[in-house]
């Protein structure tokens, strides 16, 4: 690391020394920016590679960083999403070559301050530094998107890096609410395509007569409707990743068609003659047994090894419960942030959150705090207030619905459902725990699948599809 002290620049509006971080492997171009930082009042710090780099985020995480669109390989949001995965947020200055308005873009959703053409005047790229430079330094992001310091999440964020530089097809299983699309998005912003688009496709909701029309695309005149010529979500994902969540259901039937694009990614719009090359990388998503998918006969065999090269398990929020302090914080600083409030857990409260098991995982914590801090009347959330929320959605031991420590304040003694034998194969108990708790929230919202869902923390499209797994009663849906 090179360091430049400001020089005594007569007159300057601005007297506080601020550090930062250049960034730039060009010799001759860091050299001037160092140079323009100084006359600007700040003390740069030239940096040439990617472990100086980190190195000096680490003294001091909340510094202005100047990124050279060359300084990484792989490009500056690979890089950048490197540096927010594993926690760092500076503010950053975005340095290139690249026009693009798609990159710009792109770089401003992940947190870039400000892009800078390099071939811009001198003059004009001092002013652009000065605009920035002016504001005070804030965090860009809220820290890395996989919170926790765990093990388990250590390893989770090292199996992103590692899969990141490659290309191969991923598949994330876990529970849903467990966060496996900020898996796929963080493979992604951490690869070479980062700056391409990430493309989700949620493959429950998919309709069945819609499927290759919204996936490949169509010609116009092709069915009543079809006005004009429409790409689909494939050719959107192109250079970039198709992420697609509820792998497993998907209609058998209709299957064989996204396995001819996984062989030769190549696809063919509905109503053309000729195929097109699509270069995207693939990531799916499941929150059930792909194995016992694959024996059942629900997945096909062929297809799940074309999606299955690198499986990633997502841990659920009870097996890393040392995360959940630092994600009650983080959602509550986020809430805080949207509804202008100033609010705090008592530490009673976190070791509450602590002891509880979280069935609905992630999203079931972040729509918990979100209705605490609306709900809230003074500046503080007690265990009182948890208390009520644990007993407003019939998870306290007293109703009897309780799983496998969901919520301990002192009662040992909660019943644990028993397996519920279905017709064609015996729940585990959390399945059936899980089962009860539906039909409890259908029950108390007359059916509604959406009010259920809202109730539960849960995905709409979630819920339908476990009343199909769990095999509930359509008698407990309205309008069934």
């Known amino acids: 690391m090179e360091l430049m002290r400001p020089k005594n620049v007569r007159a300057r509006r601005r007297t506080v020394q601020r550090t930062v971080l250049v960034a730039e492997k060009e010799t001759s171009y860091s050299d001037w920016l160092g140079t323009a930082l100084c006359e600007l009042g700040c003390e740069s710090m030239l940096l040439r590679d990617q472990q100086e780099l980190y190195s000096a985020l680490e003294e001091n995480n ?31 200055i975005l340095l290139t070559d690249n ?3 798609d990159l710009a873009i792109r770089a401003a959703r992940m947190g870039v301050q400000c892009v800078i053409n390099r071939r811009s005047d001198l003059g004009q790229l001092k002013k652009a530094l000065a605009a920035v430079l ?47 699309e900020l898996v796929a ?102 929150n059930r047994s792909v194995e016992q998918l694959v024996r059942t006969g629900i997945l096909r065999e062929d297809l799940f090894f074309r999606l299955h090269v690198i499986p990633i398990h997502v841990p659920p929020l009870r097996e890393r419960r040392d995360d959940v ?61 948890f208390r009520h929320e644990c007993d407003s959605l019939a998870f306290s031991p007293q109703n009897g619905h309780q799983t496998n420590g969901h919520y301990n304040n002192g009662h040992s003694g909660s019943r644990i459902p028993e397996p519920k ?33 809202e109730y539960l923390g849960l995905g709409q499209a979630t819920v339908y599809r476990k009343i199909r797994t769990l095999e509930i009663p359509k008698s407990r849906v309205s309008g069934s």
């Open 99 to 101: 026009d693009s308005e």
């Open 62 to 92: 909340r510094a202005t960083l100047v990124l050279d669109a060359d300084f990484h390989s792989n490009g500056p949001l690979s890089a950048l999403g490197l540096l927010q995965l594993s926690g760092f947020c500076p503010q950053v």
């Open 325 to 385: 302090p630092l994600l009650a914080e983080a959602f509550l600083a986020r809430s805080c942030r949207q509804t202008g409030r100033r609010l705090s857990f008592t530490s009673e409260c976190l070791e509450m959150f602590y002891d509880y098991s979280w069935p609905g995982n992630i999203r079931q914590l972040e729509n918990l705090i979100e209705r605490m801090v609306i709900m809230a009347k003074g500046d503080v959330i007690d265990a009182g207030a």
């Open 421 to 453: 034998i279905l017709g064609d194969r015996t729940l585990t108990r959390m399945e059936s725990a899980e089962r009860q708790l539906i039909i409890d929230a259908l029950r108390q919202h007359d059916g509604n699948v959406t009010a259920a869902a």
């Open 134 to 180: 002016e504001k005070p330094a804030v965090r860009s992001c809220s820290g890395s998107p996989i919170v926790g310091n765990s093990s388990a999440v250590k390893e989770l964020r090292d199996v992103i890096r590692n899969v990141a530089a490659t290309d191969a097809a991923v598949m994330i299983m876990g529970e849903s609410g467990t966060g496996k």
């Open 185 to 286: 998005q963080a493979i992604h912003n951490c690869s070479q395509r980062a700056a391409q688009e990430f493309v989700p496709v949620n493959m429950a909701a998919l309709p069945e007569s819609l499927f290759e029309s919204v996936l490949f695309g169509h010609e116009r005149g092709a069915f009543t409707g079809a006005d004009s010529r429409q790409s689909g979500l494939c050719h959107h994902a192109h250079m970039g990743t198709l992420f697609l969540d509820e792998i497993a259901e998907m209609n058998r039937d209709l299957q064989p068609k996204l396995l001819r694009f996984l062989q030769e990614y190549t696809v063919q719009r509905v109503g053309a003659a000729r195929s097109e090359m699509v270069d995207a990388r693939i990531v799916s998503a499941t």
